[in-house]
């Protein structure tokens, strides 16, 4: 639980009593690669936090297998649009790797939100660094090339080239498997 918590004084400093009431709440999974933890077309009820492993955010188009979102150790595992709104997203999350996560469910975080400021400004600050990562995946997609792409995935997630299958690289980078061995091969 530790790296929760330094994860989360990254954005905001929680009061001993908040940090308390948070660990109380919070769940320890360990769970096996392929395990899904979020299928698609249902409502997330949770956020996780990656201790270790590796989650991968997937959905089906044309019956392809499309990935969304890769998340690594550190960081957090949800469906946003599903756990804001509480409806059902068409997006699924599966474990990639043997994983060790903190899971934390919506009424509980709900619930600490309206005891705890500080809590509160947690959840408001990881809501707006989400939003912010997504709309610069948006721009990523449809203003930079796609060995600009390749570039920023090397620079800031370079672990994942031994950890994706490149097939799951690929569509995380919007570009087919044919066009990642091109650029692979140039580099």
């Not at 188009?61 to 595992?77: L, M, N, P, Q, R």
């Not at 994983?99 to 975080?109: I, M, T």
């Not at 939100?113 to 809501?127: A, F, P, T």
């Not at 995946?137 to 672990?159: C, G, I």
């Amino acid at each position: 639980m530790d790296n929760f918590f330094s994860t989360v004084s990254q954005y905001t400093l929680l009061s001993a009593q908040s940090r308390q009431a948070l660990a109380a709440h919070l769940k320890k999974l360990v769970l096996p690669k392929g395990h899904i933890l979020v299928k698609p077309d249902t409502t997330c009820n949770f956020t996780y936090f990656i201790d270790s492993g590796l989650t991968r955010t997937y959905y089906l188009k044309d019956g392809k297998d499309v990935t969304d979102w890769i998340s690594d150790e550190h960081s957090f595992a949800s469906s946003i649009i599903s756990f804001i709104t509480r409806t059902p997203d068409r997006r699924g999350i599966e474990l990639l790797e043997d994983s060790v996560l903190y899971s934390l469910h919506y009424n509980d975080l709900d619930n600490l939100c309206s005891k705890y400021h500080d809590i509160e400004n947690l959840y408001r600050k990881l809501v707006s660094f989400g939003l912010v990562q997504l709309q610069q995946k948006f721009d990523d997609l449809h203003f930079a090339t796609a060995l600009e792409r390749y570039q920023v995935l090397m620079k800031t997630n370079p672990s994942f080239i031994q950890r994706v299958p490149l097939g799951m690289i690929a569509s995380y980078l919007g570009i087919t498997q044919e066009t990642l061995s091109r650029i692979r091969s140039q580099i």
